[in-house]
């Protein structure tokens, strides 16, 4: 259900192309390059993205970072601890 929450919230961040996807059923099951992780303290999340060539890639990843942290923590109920956004590409938008 988490892993549903950040693959929907990032992949509707301005400049995300893709959402760490690197196999047919990751695709699918939108799942794939995404980790969740924590304890008591709080959600620790980990997702991949690929970002639209040309945009500023630490402004896109905050924006993924926030957005991310903000609609998991309301829609789960759950402290999100962090949020680690890793840009594994840059390739021409949608």
Known sequence: MVAEIVAETAARCYGVVEVGT??????????DGITIGGDAAGMRIGLQVVVEYGLNLAEVAATVRSQVG??????????VEA???????????R
């Open 22 to 31: 690197k196999s047919k059923v990751g695709r699918l099951l939108r799942r």
């Open 83 to 93: 949020v680690e956004v890793v840009v594994e590409g840059v390739r021409e938008g």
């Open 70 to 79: 903000y609609e998991a923590e309301r829609l789960t109920g759950l402290p």
